[in-house]
């Protein structure tokens, strides 16, 4: 078999290593022989770079994205309040853990919980109003006082 023309040799004629295969060697020295005892995989003794570890870092939200999930869930169940209220109940101690981890402002937990506050104080009608009004959804809508100015 000509050896030139052995799909293990590449066109420098340098042996490719396979595991299993046969290798030539004739052309390499003792030292990388034993080196190709030790690793079957490559020949190269020197060690790579070690490649810097991933950190995988949490996923964190911010107000606007905790605002677009509570009236996500809201429309979802827009004919199940009760429901939509329970799950309100758990996303609002959910902020509350955000809250202390650092993750979320103090500022977007009083608007999530301003809007909270009225969807499970609101009656069925008021619900529907509530989950109809765009403002209401806006990331800097502030609650009416329900005071008149006084001049």
Known sequence: MDMNRDSSHGRDGATTLLKGSLVCYDCMNQVQMLVLL???????????????????????????????????MCERNFDNPEEAKRQIRQMQVEWQECLDNGSLSTVNKEALDSRAIRLLSSTDKEWLNWLDDLEFWKTGWKPVSDTPDKD
Request: no cysteine.
């Open 38 to 72: 030790r690793n079957p995989m490559g020949w190269w003794p020197f060690k790579k770079s070690a490649v810097p570890e991933r950190v995988i870092e949490p996923v964190t939200k911010d107000g606007r994205t905790w605002l677009l999930e509570l009236r996500d």
